[in-house]
């Protein structure tokens, strides 16, 4: 058996002669331990939290989305058309018209966007599973809409009102606005029902007819602001996108969902890298704890490494030692606080202990990519925490 490596298992198993040491070891394990914890929750939390906001923007973004370059609609011919339906990995897809409108119900207003769909839609994004109540556009009734329950809240709209519809307000394209009266386009809808989803999703569209929408924003029939796409297999969605592009050409811009939402996916990661960088700082300074446990252990243990030196080890056999053991100790720590940890993840992903709302407990998710990265980073701090208290050693101090 390796020497050092003999001697640093005795010395971490047996107590020292001095309570106060025995101690400081202990609070050394407690601080490792904790710091595990804390670090792997935090990381399979925001990992839970990433994979609950992408499920949020697969429930209102499509795989693909074609748009212009320039301006704000585009005419769809015949050409795309064929396109579309030549591809054999797009499953579905949709006609859109966007446009930013004015919202007016009874004496309270807001804005938002109309967002007229044909009947594909629920194809491409699931909205109508989405519904917290009421039903989805029936393309057998005309100017019906559904919003996001962000707006229902604001104007205090409901379902179904026949008495008083949703008034919806444009303003006509012009350089000026000499009769505010003939400066608007209008027109009124009913609210059929309710949808949710993320905070900004809920509060920006109201859903209506595709013809409805054309017609408030004196739109051609084939002209639209956008097409939605659903593919068959969307772990090609990067291929599919720039065969589109390839194939459309330059005047128009074909993006992923992650394209449409970069900023999102940017700000996510983001808060999980400085996470990481936060809690790892936590880490070291919990770390320090063992410095000094290892410090205070080569003071105790002096007369046994002038013992072994005489016997013929090396200093650098001594100083391994203790960075053996250091190490050692991190790494009991490591595996304590590896297993609370993953025993709190499970916990909370299969019974929801720590809830967000009354109905939404707070995610987390195990991810084996977290596990090994709270091992490895442990691990090396732990063995760069006792090779510092290791250099402590020298031979006047060992002779002394």
Known sequence: MNFPFYIAKRYLKSKSSTNAINIITLIAMFGVIVGTIALFVIL???SGLRTFSYSLLNASDPDIKISPVSGKTFNYDQKIDEELISNANIASFSKVVEERVF?????????????GVDNNYTEIVALDSSLVV????????RNTAV??????????L?????TDPLKIFVPKPGKGMLNAANAFRSANVQIIGVYSGSEDFQNKYVFTELEVAQQLLNYEPNEVSAVEIKLRNADKVDDEAAILQQNLGDSFKVQTRTELNALVYKVINTENFVSYLIFTLIVIIALFNVIGAI???????RKNLKTLLNIGATLKDIKRIFVLQGFLLCLVG???????AVVLVLIQQQFGVF????????PVEFQWSNFFVVIFTIAILGFIAAKIASSRITIKFVKK
Do not use: C, V
């Open 355 to 362: 809830m967000i709302t009354q109905n939404i407990p707070y």
């Open 295 to 301: 410090i205070m252990m080569i003071i105790d243990k």
């Open 147 to 156: 919003i996001g329950s962000g707006i229902s809240y604001k104007l205090s």
């Open 158 to 162: 409901r379902i179904f009102n026949m």
């Open 44 to 46: 399979s939390g925001f």
């Open 134 to 141: 009421g039903e989805w556009i029936d393309p057998e009734f």
């Open 103 to 115: 919202l007016k119900y009874k004496d309270k207003s807001h804005i938002a966007h109309i967002k």
């Open 334 to 340: 490591l595996g304590i606080g590896m297993i609370l």
